[in-house]
């Protein structure tokens, strides 16, 4: 167990609906990324944020975005759902926002199934 | 841009084999490397890292050697078992001075030890 949470594991929708992913990273843990993982793209960094604020942008939709609250959980909202969007999310968490000397922790995902 | 490469898998081995995992890097920088594992269903999880040329990352009998010279963190381990069995992912970060603290991944290796 990582001791990052992610909600909900599974969801199925369709095209041109709305979702929210939701994720609760470590106790301490002050930085929290979004990945995106699919068959044909592999693991693509999608968002950054650190302590509320967004410190790095990847290849994120404009359909697509996130927010970290005050308790620092995190959620990325995908809208304009297209069937491509079908892929496993995972959120990361990490205590320094440097990656030099830390370890990224992941949770066990969300898959988005879009039909 | 930034980017690894790993050879494609899946790589079927018997019980006890030796293991290697080829990843070369590019970096405009001086990256970290990392090798996560993902165990079937589950998040990834740090394997092993390394932070600078010729620092020898090893966890669980697993071994990687940061190469400069030849761009590479080529994955080893003497004896594999059944429950190495995993998709292994190499990764590299320039963390705060490279623009960003995101890891980027290569599109993984699937292993599977037999018995």
């Known amino acids: 167990d990582s001791g990052v949470t992610q909600t909900p594991k599974h969801l199925i929708t369709a095209t041109g609906q709305r979702v929210t992913l939701r994720c609760s990273p470590r106790s301490g843990d002050l930085s929290v990324y979004w990945y995106q993982q699919s068959l044909d793209q592999g693991l693509q960094f999608l968002i950054q944020?650190?302590?509320?604020?967004?410190?790095a942008k990847g290849n994120i939709l404009e359909r697509f975005s996130a927010q970290q609250f005050p308790d620092l959980h995190s959620e990325l909202n995908l809208s304009s759902l297209e069937l491509g969007d079908s892929a496993l999310y995972f959120c990361a968490s990490s205590v320094l926002g440097s990656l030099n000397t830390g370890e990224l922790f992941f949770g066990e995902g969300s898959r988005l199934t879009v039909l | 841009g930034d980017s690894v490469t790993q050879m494609e898998g899946p790589v079927t081995l018997s019980e006890e084999a030796f293991l290697t995992i080829n990843c070369t890097y590019t970096?405009?920088?001086?990256?970290?490397l990392f090798w996560y594992v993902q165990y079937p269903g589950e998040g990834l999880q740090l394997l092993l890292k390394?932070?600078?040329?010729?620092d020898k990352g090893s966890n669980k009998g697993f071994e990687a050697t940061y190469r400069k010279e030849t761009t590479s963190f080529h994955l080893e381990k003497g004896s594999v078992q059944v429950s190495d069995s995993a998709v292994y992912f190499c990764a590299l970060s320039l963390g705060l001075t490279g623009g960003g603290n995101k890891l980027t991944f290569g599109t993984g290796t699937q292993l599977k030890v037999e018995l």
């Open positions: 390394a932070t600078k040329a010729d």
């Open positions: 970096a405009t920088g001086y990256p970290s």
């Open positions: 944020y650190y302590n509320g604020e967004e410190r």
